[in-house]
């Protein structure tokens, strides 16, 4: 690490967005980091291999945002992926047959369809639990666990884990830790500085923030950890590229501006729906009788720009769906613009209605990912779509 390098690592999270480390070419000056797209990379000398060698292994634009999400998340080694689901896939495929692992029960339907459709032919055992309940974590230990799995807050309800508490214990037993820590961002979270061995993202979210790119990422702290996740990302190949990167790094310059406009109009939401009469419930973490409130405070910034609701029925969710004018109505999150899901019919379409109805994903459950809109315009919208006049 370079002089420069470690003046990076003390700045404030606002400055480390755009000062980290390769924001300027040092070849041209350039103000932005050069698209690298090339596969290959010519050997001027034989006996001194150059840096990079084929961009599967590595390539200059993508080190540039794996150095950039490592100083965000306070790790020491990033990893960038064509997909959050490529990122959490290398990450579980750090256990080998024969492994159990402990997971958040309503983890994103991606995660849970990975561990029950695919990781299963691989003989990988997962135990879904209420991971806002330590005795429960602690009651799902087998002689064959390998790894603890958490999302916080989760998707789409947002209980809120105890990081530290279920970490430090996963510690005592020798199991690895993972967190999907998607909802929020280094900005708000970081994972690793609560003994969290490593960091996941889907980078399509905040991240990106434009719902313009698909991107993964991981990130570690222990060199080993990131030797070995290394080895999965050059040996499955699921890489990000060159121009994908820098998509995601013009991107990620703008996340803590981002996240503090749509953070506070999302505050505005969830106390507007909470005083609403026609509204069954309201899932943020940052309101008052939020069960995990306390907790989240303890270990995040802040709340988060993502507000879900249960409108009372499957019918009339859909007529919200179909009368609001500002939002996307579409999968996804964390963007410029407002964002409104289904997840009984998107995201967590592929868990049994049973399983759903269980977790308190049911058929009135609405997500609204907050974006930059002025939220009054956004309140009137929403309010023109539960009227249903
Ligand atoms: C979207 C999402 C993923 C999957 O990421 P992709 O980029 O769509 O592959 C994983 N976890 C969470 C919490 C997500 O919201």
Redesign the pocket.
């Known amino acids: 690490m370079s002089n420069k390098d470690k003046g990076a690592a003390d700045r404030r999270f606002a400055t480390k967005l755009l000062h980290f480390g390769s924001e300027i070419d040092p070849h041209t000056g350039a103000s932005s980091v050069p698209i690298v797209q090339a596969s290959t990379f010519h050997h001027h000398d034989i006996f001194n291999p150059p840096g990079f060698d084929y961009s599967r292994s590595g390539n200059p634009t993508r080190a540039a945002v794996e150095s950039a999400i490592a100083l965000l998340e306070g790790g020491t080694r990033g990893f960038a992926f064509a997909?959050?689901?490529?990122a959490?896939s290398n990450a579980f495929l750090l256990l080998s047959a024969g492994d159990h692992v402990i997971v958040t029960e309503d983890v994103?339907g991606?995660?849970y369809r990975l561990l029950t459709l695919i990781l299963t032919r691989m003989n990988i055992e997962t135990t879904f639990v209420d991971m806002t309940d330590l005795d429960e974590v602690k009651s799902a230990l087998k002689p064959n666990t390998a790894a603890v799995f958490m999302?916080t807050p989760s998707?789409p309800t947002l209980k809120i884990t105890d990081i530290a508490a279920v970490t430090g214990w996963a510690k005592e037993h020798g199991l690895l830790t993972m967190l999907?820590n998607?909802?929020m961002t280094p900005y708000h979270q970081r994972p690793l500085e609560l003994g969290v061995d490593i960091v996941l993202h889907?980078?399509?979210?905040f991240l990106g923030g434009h719902s313009d790119v698909?991107?993964?990422l991981a990130v570690t702290k222990d060199e080993e950890i990131g030797k070995r996740l290394y080895t999965l990302q050059n040996g499955l190949g699921a890489v990000l590229a060159p121009q994908e990167c820098w998509l995601l790094m013009r991107g990620m310059k703008t996340l803590q501006a981002r996240m503090e406009h749509s953070e506070r109009s999302a505050r505005k939401l969830a106390e507007w729906l909470d005083k609403r009469s026609d509204i069954v419930r309201v899932y943020y973490p940052g309101l008052a009788e939020h069960p995990g409130r306390a907790v989240h405070e303890s270990q995040s910034l802040g709340y988060g720009a993502v507000v879900s609701f249960d409108v009372g029925s499957g019918e009339r969710a859909k007529s919200v769906l179909s009368r609001v004018q500002l939002p996307l109505v579409a999968v996804?999150?964390g963007a410029v613009e407002s964002i409104l899901s289904y997840p009984a019919m998107m995201s967590h379409a592929a868990m049994p209605p049973e399983v759903r109805a269980q977790r308190g994903i049911g058929d009135g459950l609405l997500r609204y990912s907050v974006g930059l809109e002025d939220i009054d315009d956004l309140l009137d919208d929403l309010d023109q779509a539960l009227r249903g006049e």
């Open positions: 997909s959050g689901m490529a959490i994103y991606g995660t999302e998707n999907d998607t909802f889907s980078a399509t979210k698909l991107a993964g996804s999150l």
